[in-house]
């Protein structure tokens, strides 16, 4: 047997090499190379998008209450705005008063979706009584602009408020979590308590500065991210009967390699985020928005697809059984970009599970050790169970009729146009199809 190894390498990329050998025969050494030109028309795998539109996730938030009306639409009930925009320094602070048994709102303006966890709120007040005493409770919600949907995350019953001139109160709020869906406000609600021998109101100073120092402001705040939500994602192939491992999933900027039952998991976003799938250096799906306003769990379906391969020879007369026939990565002809492998059964035929959509390099050979080429062709791969026809180079009838001695399959990995394969991905192999 001779075995022959050569590594050429060129400006634009590398020259790989499989050697294949077979037993002496009294023809002529036949050296078969695939050529730079046939390559530039059968590379397939897409170019990686360099444009991602990524979506800011929303910061842990500090809302400032001010004196203006919320942004249109105006939320129901009324009430006033609070954003994360903190008053002038220069600013003259504002007072309200605040009657027995009503309700006073502020309003965040529209939140983007996202989750938020279980965590302390905290509420910064500067506030006073006309005498010596008042009580105050404290809503914090989830609402739609109209009102009726309102999810409450936390409250605080009952605090007291002593202080004859403005004074800085602090109000802790135990919140639960919450998902946050499109169109939705943070509403805080301050209520005195009426009844009994209270003050019949309180004042409440905020939105510029008097008694208070910039950063004692009247606000709300919370170390609770609004980007709690997990994501997790299962590639499955088109016909959904098999779970892809080995494939990179990509939620914005951030990858994951899919685990050997498909799935890919993913944390702390929230907001709009935009999902692709790439297998063996092939883009397997449309890249597609998902909105987390809550932890969610999703199959891929991707562009996976069965393919049936025929071997024949040249004559198309009759079929080839028994040839190793080669799904390769048409830009990594080595073993590293073999998708798919399988011996052809008696009628010709071998069936490969899981071939990524895309231009694919089929090769079939005499011998399951990849020795003796017989047949090579570059075939776009686009529908389930799509049949795929390889014609031998010459019309076999045994291995001892071949009249060569070596075929050497070079492949250029053009500049760009390479993409790099997980190597941990599990490989797929063919069965025999007898049908």
Not at 118 to 127: K, P, V
Not at 188 to 204: A, F, K, Q, R
Not at 301 to 313: E, F, G, K, L, S
Not at 406 to 414: D, F, H, P
Request: aromatic share 8%.
């Amino acid at each position: 047997m001779l075995n022959i190894e050569t590594r050429l390498f060129a400006v634009q990329g590398r020259i790989d090499e499989t050697v294949l050998h077979a037993p002496r025969n009294a023809g002529a050494i036949y050296i078969l190379i695939v050529s730079a030109s046939l390559l530039l028309g059968d590379i397939a795998s897409a170019p990686i998008e360099r444009s991602i539109i990524e979506l800011a996730s929303v910061p842990d938030p500090t809302f400032y209450l001010h004196r203006t009306t919320p942004q249109t639409p105006a939320p129901s009930p009324a009430g006033l705005r609070m954003n994360i925009t903190a008053p002038p320094s220069a600013q003259a602070e504002a007072t309200i008063q605040f009657n027995k048994g009503t309700n006073y709102y502020w309003y965040s303006d529209l939140l983007t979706p996202g989750c938020a966890a279980a965590g302390t709120w905290t509420f910064y007040l500067w506030a006073d009584t006309a005498t010596t005493l008042s009580t105050l409770d404290v809503h914090i919600d989830l609402t739609n602009t109209g009102g009726t949907n309102v999810r409450a995350i936390g409250n605080f019953i009952g605090r007291t408020i002593t202080a004859l001139t403005p004074t800085l109160y602090t109000i802790t709020v135990s919140g639960s979590g919450v998902g946050i869906q499109t169109g939705d406000r943070l509403r805080l609600t301050l209520l005195p308590e009426g009844g009994g021998s209270n003050d019949s109101h309180m004042n409440v100073i905020y939105d510029g500065y008097g008694n208070e120092t910039p950063g004692s402001e009247t606000r709300l705040n919370t170390a609770v991210s609004f980007s709690n939500c997990t994501l997790n994602l299962r590639v499955r192939n088109w016909s959904l009967t098999d779970t892809i491992p080995g494939a990179s999933v990509y939620v914005n900027s951030s990858i994951r390699t899919s685990s050997p039952t498909g799935w890919a998991n993913f944390t702390s976003l929230g907001g709009v985020v935009l999902v692709k799938v790439q297998y063996f250096g092939y883009w397997v799906n449309g890249t597609f928005p998902i909105t987390l306003d809550s932890n969610k769990t999703m199959d891929i379906r991707a562009n996976i697809y069965d393919v049936t391969i025929t071997i024949q020879p040249a004559n198309r007369q009759g079929v080839i059984q028994s040839a190793n026939v080669t799904a390769y990565n048409s830009t990594q002809y080595g073993p590293s970009g073999r998708i798919a492998t399988g011996i052809t059964g008696s009628n010709g035929r071998v069936t490969f599970r899981d071939v990524p959509n895309g231009t694919i390099f089929f090769v079939s050979y005499a011998k399951s050790d990849y020795s003796i080429l017989i047949s090579q062709s570059s075939q776009t791969v686009s529908s389930e169970g799509q049949p795929v026809s390889l014609l031998a180079s010459q019309n076999v009838g045994g291995i001892t009729t071949i009249p060569w001695d070596i075929y050497i399959i070079a492949s250029i990995a053009l500049g760009g146009g390479s993409t790099a394969l997980n190597k941990s991905a599990k490989r797929r192999g063919g069965s025999n199809d007898s049908s």
